[in-house]
């Protein structure tokens, strides 16, 4: 196990009702600023009870944070809290909403231009308090420090993360989420799936309560995700695959080990370029990056293919193939195409993403820094 | 799942050398107290580090905290903070320093009898803040906000517990663990067992994540624990250990599901009136108290005796005593002994436990409040 230090203060309220509760959060002087998407929490209650859980505090509202939340539109609400003097940022929708907030968080108390905080996250020293409303299981951005900014003027799609934007508290009410139509329930339990490979698909590294929390993520995502597509108002099923959500991306257990996250960043091309939903770039380039890394991560796709799939005959090459093939599966189950022709791209993304990519200089990704520009390439193609 | 709130505060600093970062934890204005135990940190080097780190810091020693820590000791420390001023108190030990420190931390800030707080929590409203460094894994107490506390006076051992007292942060170094000798790393790691366990062995609460990861721990403990103790200076195996100890107790676990801990209860009475070691009460307790709460955690035990044990076949009956005695097995591989008799106690134990906790109010222990004064004795019989 690698030296770590590990940090994560959200307080989570979690279960029925819990939005009720939000008022004990949030001190009682603060001008709070609720922060939305497009209007769906106006038409399933959950604004109505933001609203009703807020009481006599002063508010406002800013609407529009789209998915993936652009850079243009964030500084529109940067720009609202300095005039109108909002000191407590309420966001309430998915994770494109938090993140969009944890920008604004931080921005708004940055003097210069907003995307040198992107650029440089240590630029960023301090942020107005953030409080969350989880609406869509998936991004695990309501109990972590990170974000995704995306900038249409640059086609850019860039991570910020930062220790001062972890919400004060999020609320996870499985309820609110019942309404969610099927593709972003199916979205949300492969990015949560993903996110756990990230940490987990790498170089044995000695740490196997941290394989185990993580393919206990894995194992409850394969068992829960199709029942809760299948009946999508039971309750315990719903919480189930929410916490599993939130849990793969808190950090608890990526500590102390390698971590790879190069499906992340070519996928994030893909959405910046072609607008491809999110995790389904994430279900196109890791099957095939996988299949290309076989050799650095050999041992674990192995243990992979045992212990989340039950796959315990044959030849390693067979096994491992076997468990990706597994896990292919299980994305097609939720819904989820993992071919890039599915989404209308042809190999021609491959050129186009090293490209955009090379912008910000020499490729290095994953827990070794061994996937370079050809081998972004030759994921892509193979991906197709 | 039930509706809950988490929330755990502490930061971690884990591995090598991390004991030399604790500067940058504590304010520079603060008057630090360090508190200890017997002096062992004098022998194995942690003490030059702590006062290294501290650099140019004010700070003044109280030692002396013994295990089981007394709240005539942990006074003592009241008086000399308020006689000289400490604004930040660093406990460097084990479980029994760190108990200490956080009774001591908010009794620093409560006008009234120390007791006080102890017997109704909720008295306890702010507290000095506290680091640790942690010398010996098994408690959880270094990233948590439980503490027990003992009265020579009245043969009372209490549990306190307050988010007021979460560590801000916690140092754990393996290495500085590899001189415990082979009773105290035994002990921890069947602590850490039991902690899982008394979050776990209850009723299914469709809760399938908190049960894996609860699975996890216990697979490592098992897995690590006897590696540890046959080879104690290899860092990796100390450090998973280290590591488990602190996740067992941390929350995460125990979110949204029923819990037991009648176990630790009446263990404490047993360390209270025998002075045995806490972690050897634990498992002279759960094996007798699983074989008399048959019917009310059938489902888990057979879980338990199926995941973590690879109990498959027999009847129930069979499968479940199979993995109670798997579970004897390994504390007995771990130098814990499962007999009261070994602890020179008898039958007469029972009475005087049982007259203990009704000093305090009819007994209603475990998850269903159904461990009563007769099934407290017949656990207590049954473990002689």
């Given at each position: 196990m690698d030296n770590f230090t590990f940090k994560n203060p959200t307080k989570i309220l979690f279960g029925k009702g819990q939005i009720a509760n939000i008022a004990n959060e949030i001190p009682a002087e603060a001008k709070v600023l609720i922060l939305y998407g497009g209007g769906s929490i106006k038409q399933n209650g959950v604004y109505d009870q933001v609203v009703a859980a807020l009481k006599s505090r002063s508010f406002g509202e800013f609407e529009g944070i789209e998915p993936n939340p652009q850079y243009e539109t964030l500084n529109r609400a940067v720009a609202m809290i300095r005039a109108e003097g909002y000191d407590y940022l309420l966001a309430v929708g998915g994770g494109s909403v938090l993140d969009g907030v944890k920008y604004i968080a931080a921005a708004a108390k940055y003097p210069g231009e907003g995307w040198d905080i992107v650029s440089d996250w240590t630029l960023a020293r301090e942020a107005l308090p953030i409080g969350t409303v989880l609406t869509l299981p998936g991004t695990g951005s309501e109990m972590n420090g990170a974000a995704v900014i995306s900038r249409a003027e640059t086609t850019e799609k860039l991570a910020f993360i930062s220790a001062i934007v972890y919400p004060r508290f999020s609320v996870l009410d499985p309820e609110t989420t019942f309404s969610l139509p099927p593709r972003q329930i199916g979205n949300g339990v492969v990015d949560a799936f993903v996110h756990v490979v990230e940490q987990y698909m790498t170089y044995p590294a000695d740490s196997p309560l941290q394989d185990r929390f993580a393919e206990s993520i894995l194992l409850t995502l394969i068992e829960e995700g199709p029942k809760t597509l299948a009946n999508p108002t039971h309750y315990a099923t719903r919480a189930n695959v929410v916490?599993?959500?939130?849990?793969?991306?808190?950090?608890?257990?990526?500590?102390?080990?390698?971590?790879?996250?190069?499906?992340?960043?070519?996928?994030?091309?893909?959405?910046?370029?072609?607008?491809?939903?999110?995790?389904?770039?994430?279900?196109?380039?890791?099957?095939?990056?996988?299949?290309?890394?076989?050799?650095?991560?050999?041992?674990?796709?192995?243990?992979?293919?045992?212990?989340?799939?039950?796959?315990?005959?044959?030849?390693?090459?067979?096994?491992?193939?076997?468990?990706?093939?597994?896990?292919?599966?299980?994305?097609?189950?939720?819904?989820?195409?993992?071919?890039?022709?599915?989404?209308?791209?042809?190999?021609?993304?491959?050129?186009?993403?090293?490209?955009?990519?090379?912008?910000?200089?020499?490729?290095?990704?994953?827990?070794?820094?061994?996937?370079?520009?050809?081998?972004?390439?030759?994921?892509?193609?193979?991906?197709?």
């Open positions: 916490w599993c959500t939130t849990m793969a991306l808190a950090g608890i257990i990526g500590v102390g080990v390698p971590q790879d996250w190069a499906t992340h960043s070519i996928g994030h091309e893909l959405t910046a370029l072609y607008g491809i939903d999110h995790a389904r770039t994430l279900a196109v380039v890791l099957p095939s990056l996988l299949r290309r890394q076989t050799e650095g991560k050999r041992a674990k796709l192995l243990q992979f293919a045992e212990r989340v799939w039950g796959i315990a005959s044959g030849s390693d090459e067979e096994r491992i193939e076997a468990g990706i093939g597994k896990m292919e599966a299980f994305f097609g189950t939720m819904g989820l195409a993992t071919a890039l022709k599915s989404y209308e791209v042809g190999p021609e993304a491959a050129d186009k993403v090293v490209s955009n990519m090379t912008r910000r200089g020499a490729i290095k990704l994953g827990e070794r820094g061994d996937i370079d520009d050809q081998r972004v390439r030759e994921i892509l193609v193979g991906a197709v």
